[in-house]
């Protein structure tokens, strides 16, 4: 698991989106942003979300998912192509049918073509510029590239966040009716939904201040309630619960993401040695690495993988471990086993590139490289993935693809001007019409176009 920095907001309004569906709040705020990255937290969300966009006739491989590191609750999908998820909400939700329930609702949203205008100006903004809007209240300048936003410009007029918020009450009924039957679809209960929106009634009282951004960006109103509660009467599956895979999965999710985030002492209280569940094991085991305890997290993981051979997520998790403590050699070998029962985990190919330069062992080096190259073809978008890839091509002695790799890491990170002189300098190293140089050229044109 990797927190991924964003820059800080300006200070201002906070702003909270649902699935292009904006509600300026009112607090002012300048904090940090991060972004979660964990594969296993990722495809379980993906699970879940998949069978609700294809029953909104949404394609569910072109919506990315983002967690981020807020304890807040919220979720929303900006421009219909990214589904983000608060921590706080994931750890908050006590099933998997809540967590679904939220995403059918979100759905709704799209399906409904709420906010239209809204989703055409996300469309071509980065993760990192919708995030500063979001937490940031403000309207920010996107360059087109990922990672190249920076919020500038907060608050809105109170008229404003009136306007914006009577006609969200309008769409929230469309969107329960529409996340209904995208449940019922799929044949699950909605109750999910309405122990969430249950949850957040109480929320409707408190000062905006003290309100989690997803009671102001979804307006609750009591007939919301009352109207799925007849819909979940009359329907028949009303009473049934997911699938035992899908609840093992919110499981380990909760209490992965609890032992990463949450203190020690709150880990071993909420998962006490005398919980030997999977899910209890394996967040005292994440919480143990935190601390960098790593008999303790070893003894753990160890454990779950005599448990279950097969779980490529506990394969990774002792190569966090390992990695961590400076042992970069012995996490070679668990890393190696994830990928080799999960080929397509570009994080995990990551890591294990970077152990294995890490050893500074020129045996190793066409290994990383290897993987580098198959991480970057399910996921180009990762700063990290195209630093390495830099040193690894220098260890090599291909001076050509480490200008190209570091001119693709500064435009993932918005360095336009960094990466105009990496992609100048590879066309001179690269043969004129080869796959490297005309990939430079791309990079020197999309630099030299005028900032939107």
Known sequence: MKRIRVPKAATGFVA??????ILLSGQTSARGISLIRDTEIENTIRVFS????EAAGLQAADISIHIVNDATLNAFVAGGQRLFINTGLLMRADNAEQVIG??????????GGHLVRLQERLRNSSTQSILAMILGGAAAVASGQPGAAQAVIG?????QQRSILSYTRTMERSADQAGFEFLETNGIS???????????????????????????????????IEFLSEKISHSANSNK????????AHARMRAKLKGYINPLSRTLRDFPESDTSVPGRYARAIAYKEKHRVKEALELVDGLIADSPNDPFFYELRGDVLQDAG???ESIAPYRKSIEILPWAALIRINLAQSLLELNDPARDD????????????EPEIPLAWRLMSTAYSRNGDNANVMLSLAEEAMLTGKRDVAQYRASRAIELFPNGSAGWVRAQDIKNATEKPKE
């Open 50 to 53: 998949t069978p609700i966009f």
């Open 190 to 224: 909605a109750r999910g939904l309405l122990d969430f929106l249950e949850i957040l009634s109480g929320q409707e009282s408190l000062a905006t201040a003290n309100q989690d951004p997803y009671v102001r960006s979804h307006p609750l109103t009591r007939d919301r």
């Open 241 to 248: 619960q997911v699938r035992e895979d899908i609840r093992q």
């Open 367 to 378: 290994e990383a490289l290897a993987n580098l190259t198959e991480a970057i073809r399910y």
């Open 327 to 329: 042992r970069v050699s």
């Open 155 to 159: 608050g809105v007029s109170t008229i």
């Open 16 to 21: 909270s989106f649902c699935i292009a569906l």
């Open 102 to 111: 939220v995403i059918a609702h979100e759905t709704g949203h799209i399906a």
